[in-house]
C-alpha cells in the first residue's frame, strides 16, 4: 500500500477513534446518578451493567488507539505493511481492509 494512503487512512480513523473516546468519555461523566436524587431500586444492576459496557467499549477503543500509533510508527520507521511476527510482507487489500493490521491473515488465524 502507497504510505500516503496508509498515513491518510490512519490518521483519519485516529481521529474517528479519539472522538468517539471523547464522546463516551463525556456520557459517561453526564449519566452518572446524582448522590442527592433518592435511587431506584427496580433495576439496581441496570447502572453496573451500563458501567461495565461503556468500560468494555473504551478498553476496545484505546486498544485500537494502540494499534493505530503502532502502526503510524511502522510507517515512520519504514516497516509499515509487514508483519511483526515474521516480517513478511502484509497484502494490499488487508492493508486496506485493516490499514493498522500487524500480521498477516494466516498469523492472525493462528493466533486465535
Known amino acids: 500500500m502507497d504510505e500516503s494512503r496508509a498515513r491518510a487512512l490512519l490518521t483519519t480513523e485516529r481521529a474517528e477513534v479519539s472522538a468517539s473516546l471523547r464522546e463516551?468519555?463525556?456520557?459517561?461523566?453526564?449519566?452518572r446518578p446524582d448522590a442527592d436524587i433518592p435511587a431506584d431500586f427496580g433495576d439496581a444492576a441496570q447502572p453496573l451493567e451500563a458501567e461495565a459496557s461503556?468500560?468494555?467499549?473504551?478498553?476496545?477503543?484505546?486498544?485500537?488507539?494502540?494499534?493505530?500509533?503502532r502502526a503510524?510508527?511502522?510507517?515512520?520507521?519504514?516497516?509499515?505493511?509487514?508483519?511483526?511476527?515474521?516480517?513478511?510482507?502484509?497484502?494490499d487489500d488487508r492493508l486496506?481492509?485493516?490499514?493498522?493490521?500487524?500480521?498477516t491473515i494466516e498469523e492472525a488465524r493462528a493466533r486465535h
Open 24 to 31: 463516551l468519555d463525556a456520557t459517561e461523566e453526564t449519566s
Open 54 to 69: 461503556a468500560d468494555s467499549i473504551a478498553a476496545n477503543l484505546r486498544e485500537r488507539l494502540d494499534l493505530i500509533d
Open 96 to 103: 486496506e481492509a485493516d490499514p493498522a493490521a500487524e500480521l
Open 72 to 91: 503510524l510508527a511502522r510507517l515512520d520507521a519504514g516497516t509499515y505493511g509487514r508483519s511483526v511476527l515474521s516480517g513478511k510482507p502484509i497484502p
